[in-house]
């Protein structure tokens, strides 16, 4: 349930993102043009439903996206990938989790989610630029699932090899969408070579 976007143009653009020099308004670009490639890998299995069409030169079928979407960025490196996922389906809804990893136990911490008493979508992206130990990941995903949605897919720019394990091993039947696998973590359980902090460096905040 791993899937590694190829397109030279990821390979190309991930290659910037990494580079420490990068400048925010750069940085945001970039994340934002590598989250449109994600989005297009993401959705390629988007269900789709016949719909008339009238042309200038007469009436068609044409079809359209049959579920609904949610985008669910893990505040606050995933809100840098909000922007590339609009910008291939406009019509997505955005929902927002808060959860960060305690950086002593490494345990995920939830801050903020505003989910809906019952679902109203079926098919839900998470957004979270890193995947590394995955324990963030993990968690927001099972938000999701308890809030009702069964169609889950986590797009991610890096992920670690330990990230990708973990992840399968809870949750095999969610994929996983990713720029690239890296060598793996440091010792504060960082991706390396990684992106640094994205959160920070998306806002200007390092």
Same mark, same amino acid.
């Given at each position: 349930?791993?899937?590694?976007?190829?397109?030279?143009?990821?390979?190309?653009?991930?290659?910037?993102?990494? *580079?420490?020099?990068?400048?925010?308004?750069?940085?945001?670009?970039? &994340?934002?043009?590598?989250?449109?490639?994600?989005?297009?890998?993401?959705?390629? *299995?988007?269900?789709?439903?016949?719909?008339?069409?009238?042309?200038?030169?007469?009436?068609?079928?044409? !079809?359209? /996206?049959?579920?609904? %979407?949610?985008?669910?960025?893990?505040?606050?490196?995933?809100?840098?990938?909000?922007?590339?996922?609009? #910008?291939? #389906?406009?019509?997505?809804?955005?929902?927002?989790?808060?959860?960060?990893? *305690?950086?002593?136990?490494?345990?995920?911490? !939830? #801050?903020?989610?505003?989910?809906?008493?019952?679902?109203i979508c079926q098919t839900a #992206?998470?957004?979270?630029?890193?995947?590394?130990?995955?324990? %963030?990941?993990?968690?927001?995903?099972?938000? /999701?699932?308890?809030?009702?949605?069964?169609?889950?897919?986590? &797009?991610?720019?890096?992920?670690?090899?330990?990230?990708?394990?973990?992840?399968?091993? !809870?949750?095999?039947?969610?994929?996983?969408?990713?720029?690239?696998?890296?060598?793996?973590?440091? &010792?504060?359980?960082? %991706?390396?070579?990684?992106?640094? *902090?994205?959160?920070?460096?998306?806002?200007?905040?390092?």
């Open positions: 349930m791993l899937q590694v976007c190829s397109h030279p143009l990821m390979r190309h653009k991930l290659s910037f993102l990494r *580079d420490k020099s990068v400048k925010p308004k750069e940085f945001r670009e970039l &994340a934002k043009e590598i989250s449109t490639l994600l989005a297009y890998e993401a959705m390629a *299995d988007l269900p789709l439903e016949s719909m008339p069409v009238s042309t200038p030169y007469g009436d068609t079928m044409g !079809e359209q /996206v049959s579920h609904q %979407v949610a985008l669910i960025p893990v505040i606050r490196s995933g809100l840098g990938m909000v922007d590339g996922f609009i #910008y291939a #389906y406009p019509n997505a809804q955005v929902w927002h989790v808060g959860m960060y990893r *305690d950086p002593k136990t490494l345990v995920p911490v !939830e #801050y903020y989610n505003r989910f809906t008493n019952e679902t #992206y998470v957004l979270d630029p890193t995947l590394s130990c995955g324990s %963030v990941a993990r968690a927001t995903v099972g938000l /999701v699932k308890q809030w009702g949605v069964t169609n889950i897919k986590l &797009a991610t720019f890096v992920a670690s090899p330990e990230g990708i394990a973990n992840f399968e091993e !809870e949750f095999p039947d969610v994929t996983i969408i990713a720029g690239a696998i890296d060598e793996g973590l440091n &010792a504060e359980s960082m %991706v390396i070579p990684g992106l640094g *902090d994205v959160g920070s460096r998306f806002f200007g905040t390092q």
